[in-house]
């Protein structure tokens, strides 16, 4: 039985314990009165008690909590929550998810210093082809090698990216590579900003396999990390994009390749038959170690960070609109599958890309205007300061935040019932 997935207990742990001690340190520093510091979740396992703070260990391990007098308005201690000025509320509920943010800074801050895994090869392979985009109307494919431009050579997504501005709104040759070897010229008008409506993946030649995940089709049909898939479905293979291509064109495949130095196979992999959902493989690529400076390791996570933030409205948007096939909301259950998932391919570096990815979204959502969140309480102040400083009663406001918790969790129910329905049919999180 596989158990990676118990590697959520200690990244949803960390996340949540950081979250509150942002919490826990703004109130002490504000001087709102604290009266306990919990790791874990009741019951409790021991406790020590310092300077009027109890310190909990208790015995359920995810994460853990901070329980300030007063933080639903209850109480008439005059260092209580409730009784604290409003911009020093708004420091206290917005330390946890400012943690959370800082954590997963300082972990791609550390990640770049440490030394990071960088793919060497250029990215000049066709992905995705946008419909009606210029690339589209001139005939371009998934998995087309974009070869050179009006005569230029092209050897990195920069340089394919100035040679089509540089041609914008004129009939321009691009010349590619397509079927492992066919060179096809293409007259495409490059046009606005992106001028050409693709996505660009990596350029390899051959395909490797990396690393097979357990009881997936790909290990059912026997592949095994250092194959070189040589044909899929007897067409003949040569580079990264074609055999990602082929193998995930059918629900089935039939897959020959080179294996010290004998071809082996053809190895079948039947999707719908292994009841799998992904083929469980990864194909090689090139890489190699960088370190960077903590200056220049800052300015990647900052860079990191803000591509995660943007992201977040913008696949919410897509959700609401229906243009996503993956809206990206998932429940422990989820959670648990993708760490465990990460956990098994990535490893320990995969875990902490996984725990600042986490981290980000936690500050996000959790500052978001709803009720029984951090940030429906924000709202609540900003109501508080637009009425001149009268505040809404304590008890209206509890009842507000236990109908949205009520709604919340309802709405988390129905995600776990849809993940357990995925995770039951073998679906993987990780493509």
Do not use: C
């Amino acid at each position: 039985m596989d158990f990676s997935w118990l590697w959520v207990v200690p990244v949803l742990g960390v996340l949540i314990v950081v979250h509150e001690m942002g919490h826990f340190f703004t109130a002490i520093w504000l001087g709102i009165k604290v009266e306990e510091f919990g790791i874990g979740f009741p019951p409790r396992m021991f406790a020590i008690k310092r300077n009027g703070i109890e310190y909990s260990l208790n015995w359920l391990p995810i994460g853990g909590f901070v329980k300030i007098t007063g933080e639903n308005g209850d109480s008439e201690d005059p260092r209580s929550f409730g009784r604290a000025p409003a911009w020093k509320r708004v420091i206290v509920l917005a330390a946890g998810s400012s943690m959370n943010l800082l954590l997963a800074l300082l972990i791609f801050t550390g990640m770049s210093v440490s030394g990071t895994q960088e793919i060497v090869a250029p990215q000049t392979s066709v992905a995705v082809v946008t419909k009606d985009a210029p690339a589209d109307i001139g005939g371009m494919l998934p998995g087309d090698h974009i070869v050179s431009v009006a005569g230029q050579p092209i050897n990195s997504a920069d340089e394919l990216r100035a040679a089509s501005l540089a041609h914008a709104g004129k009939p321009t040759t691009y010349l590619v590579e397509r079927n492992g070897g066919q060179m096809v010229p293409l007259q495409i008008t490059p046009q606005g900003n992106p001028p050409l409506g693709i996505g660009l993946t990596y350029w390899v030649a051959g395909a490797t396999v990396d690393t097979v995940r357990s009881n997936s089709s790909a290990a059912l049909a026997g592949l095994q990390p250092g194959d070189k898939i040589v044909l899929v479905n007897g067409t003949p293979v040569n580079n990264f994009k074609q055999a990602s291509l082929l193998l995930t064109a059918d629900k089935s495949a039939q897959v020959v390749v080179e294996r010290n130095g004998a071809r082996v196979g053809p190895l079948s992999m039947d999707l719908a038959g292994s009841g799998q959902k992904s083929i469980g493989l990864n194909l090689k690529l090139p890489t190699k170690m960088v370190y960077y400076s903590p200056t220049q390791a800052l300015g990647r996570a900052l860079d990191s960070t803000w591509t995660v933030i943007s992201s977040i409205p913008k696949g919410i948007a897509q959700a609401i609109a229906g243009k996503a096939d993956n809206a990206g909301v998932t429940s422990i259950v989820g959670i648990s599958q993708l760490t465990g998932e990460v956990a098994e391919e990535a490893g320990f570096n995969g875990l902490l890309n996984l725990t600042a990815l986490l981290g980000i979204s936690l500050f996000m959502i959790n500052l978001m205007p709803l009720p029984a969140l951090d940030g429906g309480r924000l709202l609540f102040i900003l109501i508080e300061l637009l009425r001149g400083g009268r505040r809404i009663a304590p008890e209206k406001e509890a009842v507000v935040h236990f109908a949205g918790m009520m709604v919340l969790l309802g709405l988390m129910a129905l995600i776990t019932y849809f993940d357990v329905q995925r995770l039951l049919s073998g679906q993987t999180l990780i493509k």
